[in-house]
C-alpha cells in the first residue's frame, strides 16, 4: 500500500524558513517523480514544485521560485521541501503526492494528507 | 505558463442527472497531459482521469473524459451522492503543473 506522510509543518513568523519532509513508502521511491502541492484555507489547489526521478528536473510555481527548494532522497525514500522567506501568502496545507508515471512526468496518482504550515506575527 | 480557466463555478445539479465540467487551457497541453481530480472536504484530491480521456485505477465508468489541445471536458453520466465535490483539472505537459480554480458540484 502507497504511503505519503508529511512532516515538519508549524506556525512561524514572517521571514522564517521552514523544512517540510515527506516519507514514501509502499513503492520504489526512486522509479517516480514527486511533487508538493498547496491548498490555502477555503482555496483551490497550487501545484508548489516538482522533481524527477532522478533529479535531473525540477520545477517550481512563479510564486516560490528562488524561496523554495525541492530535493529527494532516494535511499530514504523521502522527498524535502526547504521554504525561506515566507509570507503570510504561504499559509496553506502541504501536500506530498507521487506521479504515476515511472522515469516520466505524470500526474498525482496517491496523494499524503498534508502538513499545515501557519505564518504569522 | 500555462493557465487553465474552469467552468462553471458552481454546478448544482440533482442526483441522477449528468454533469458537464469544463476546462480551457491558454495555450495547447502539451500531449494532451490533462488530468481531472476530486476532493471531498477534509480529503486529499483523488486522481480521476489522466491524458485527458483514460480513468485512473479504480475510477467507475460514470466518470469521462474528453477533449484536445486547450479544450477539455470531464462528464459524469449519472450523479451519485459521493460525487458531490469539487472537481480540478491540472496540465502536466511542461512545468509549472498548473490546477485550474475548481468546478463545485454541489446538490440542487
Known amino acids: 500500500e502507497v504511503q505519503l506522510v508529511e512532516s515538519g509543518g508549524g506556525l512561524v513568523q514572517p521571514g522564517w524558513s521552514l523544512r517540510l519532509s515527506c516519507e514514501a513508502s509502499g513503492f520504489t521511491f526512486a522509479n517516480y517523480d514527486m511533487h508538493w502541492v498547496r491548498q490555502s484555507p477555503g482555496e483551490g489547489l497550487e501545484w508548489v514544485s516538482g522533481?524527477?526521478?532522478?533529479?535531473?528536473?525540477?520545477g517550481y510555481a512563479d510564486s516560490v521560485k528562488g524561496r523554495f527548494t525541492i530535493s529527494r532522497d532516494n535511499a530514504k525514500s523521502s522527498l524535502y521541501l526547504q521554504m525561506n522567506s515566507l509570507t503570510p501568502e504561504d499559509t496553506a496545507l502541504y501536500f506530498c503526492a507521487k506521479g504515476r508515471n515511472p522515469m516520466d512526468w505524470g500526474p498525482l496518482d496517491y496523494w499524503g494528507q498534508g502538513a499545515l504550515v501557519t505564518v504569522s506575527s | 505558463e500555462v493557465v487553465l480557466t474552469q467552468s462553471p463555478g458552481t454546478l448544482s445539479l440533482s442526483p441522477g442527472e449528468r454533469a458537464t465540467l469544463s476546462c480551457r487551457a491558454s495555450q495547447n497541453v502539451t500531449s494532451n497531459y490533462l488530468a481531472w481530480y476530486q476532493q471531498k472536504p477534509g480529503q486529499a484530491p483523488r486522481l480521476l482521469i489522466h491524458g485527458a480521456s483514460s480513468r485512473a485505477t479504480g475510477i467507475p465508468d460514470r466518470f469521462s473524459g474528453s477533449g484536445s489541445g486547450t479544450d477539455f471536458t470531464l462528464t459524469i453520466s449519472r450523479l451519485e451522492p459521493e460525487d458531490f465535490a469539487v472537481y480540478y483539472c491540472q496540465q502536466y505537459g511542461s512545468p509549472p503543473f498548473t490546477f485550474g480554480g475548481g468546478t463545485k458540484v454541489e446538490i440542487k
Open positions: 522533481v524527477s526521478w532522478n533529479t535531473n528536473n525540477i
